[in-house]
């Protein structure tokens, strides 16, 4: 079993930043691979972002490609997502997720825990 809960979520106007955290507990945090999914309103939960549980290798969705950084730190049991250049698009309730695998994947459905989600909102 894996315990995530984000956290830094928030009103942020366009162009500004925000830092996303999820501190996960319960399962070696250095062999599970970490994610970001978002879901806007009216629409379906969207993957985001991931980093490989060897921390070698990164994926990001093209709309976030450039403004978003996703890190993992092992020692701290938490991945990161700093969303820079934030966009009114980019609103949405943004959930952690976990995955009992070496690769990350894009589908919602091959991950294996997720967090409550945290809001982000970006003002125009």
């Known amino acids: 079993q894996v315990q995530l809960v984000e956290s830094g979520g928030g009103l942020v106007q366009a162009g500004g930043s925000l830092r996303l955290s999820c501190a996960a507990s319960?399962?070696?945090?250095?062999?599970?691979?970490m994610g970001w999914f978002r879901q806007r309103p009216g629409k379906e939960r969207e993957f985001v972002a991931a980093?490989?549980?060897?921390?070698?290798?990164?994926y990001y969705t093209d709309s976030v490609k450039g403004r978003f950084t996703i890190s993992k730190d092992n020692s701290k049991n938490t991945v990161y997502l700093q969303m820079n250049s934030l966009k009114p698009e980019d609103t949405a309730v943004y959930y952690c997720?976990?995955?009992?695998?070496?690769?990350?994947?894009?589908?919602?459905?091959?991950?294996?825990?997720w967090g409550q989600g945290t809001q982000v909102t970006v003002s125009s």
């Open positions: 319960g399962r070696t945090f250095s062999r599970t691979t």
């Open positions: 997720a976990a995955r009992q695998a070496p690769d990350a994947v894009s589908s919602r459905a091959l991950w294996d825990y």
């Open positions: 980093v490989e549980w060897s921390g070698g290798t990164i």
